[in-house]
């Protein structure tokens, strides 16, 4: 059987989720840690060996405070993340276990993932050396640009000033084009990379920026397998995502951990 290593980056700044208590990944969830959700689904499989995750150096003592008889019962390793989300990868993959097979990545602000999609990603990892989940696009997707930006230059121009702007900025954005959906895919984790590729890649990684691991294989040039999940499968980015999440718990199959309580998940420390 092989062995496997699940990193858990929870050190971002959480700037979307605007909430003065929590941090996205520590906030409350149907009474426990949005982290937590996301842990206990790897702890009680035999295929995992290691989980760590990745705390920001400004929360550690807070977390420690707040998490570390869960830590200690569930025998999680944190590690001080760095200013991106690649550093914080680093640094976990830094500490992954020598004898470790496969390494999985998975946002610790995404809770509700399922069983059968962590064996699915898991075993196409496997047979193919990298694996990620994904979800079908599924909506009609729009290019825009901002008024009298057109053209072949509007992706970057345009796209990129409505990325970083205020949606009521001054200025109309108009749609350039409609993007052809089909073979798009809307990646989601855990990412799934056998460990001396994944290592490989981020000792390869440079300074361009990455939105997820799959990219830095993918600049190696080697293959990375999609496997389909549901839409459920959600990152938490705001504070109605939290309303939304706690819905999709309740239909999905709860994590089977015998005897294994949260204590101290549910106070109030952080208020």
């Known amino acids: ?28 969830l149907g009474g426990r ?5 996301s842990a206990e689904r790897f702890m009680n499989r035999p295929d995992v060996k290691q989980v760590i995750v990745c705390v920001s150096a400004d929360d550690r003592e807070l977390f420690d405070l707040k998490f570390g008889a869960n830590i200690a019962i569930l025998g999680v390793q944190v590690v001080a993340g760095g200013e991106h ?29 399922a069983d059968p999609w962590i064996d699915a990603v898991f075993a196409a990892a496997e047979r193919d050396g990298a694996a990620i989940l994904a979800a ?7 290019r825009g640009a901002r008024s009298g930006e057109q053209g072949a230059g509007s992706k970057e121009r345009g796209v990129g000033k409505v990325l970083g702007s205020s949606l009521h900025a001054p200025g109309a954005v108009r749609i350039a084009a409609t993007v052809d959906r089909e073979g798009l895919w809307e990646a989601q984790t855990p990412q799934v990379f056998r460990r001396d590729l994944i290592i ?20 190696l040039g080697k293959p990375v397998t999609i496997v389909p999940c549901s839409s459920l499968n959600i990152k938490i980015t705001t504070r109605d995502d939290l309303k939304l999440a706690e819905q ?7 994590p089977k951990l015998e005897g294994f309580q949260h204590p101290f998940a549910d106070d109030n420390l952080w208020r």
């Open 33 to 37: 840690a949005v982290w937590l959700h």
């Open 200 to 219: 490989e890649a981020y000792a390869k990684r440079g300074n361009q920026p990455v939105t997820d691991d799959a990219q830095l294989v993918e600049r």
């Open 1 to 28: 059987m092989s062995t496997f290593a699940v990193i858990l980056p929870a050190a971002g700044q959480s700037r979307r989720f605007n909430d003065r208590a929590y941090k996205k990944p520590f906030a409350p």
């Open 136 to 142: 079908p696009v599924q909506a009609t997707l729009k």
């Open 248 to 254: 999709v718990l309740k239909v999905l199959p709860k």
């Open 85 to 113: 989300r690649t550093d914080s990868v680093q640094r976990a993959l830094e500490q992954v276990k020598a004898e470790i097979d496969f390494v999985a990545v998975h946002d610790a602000a995404r809770p509700c993932v």
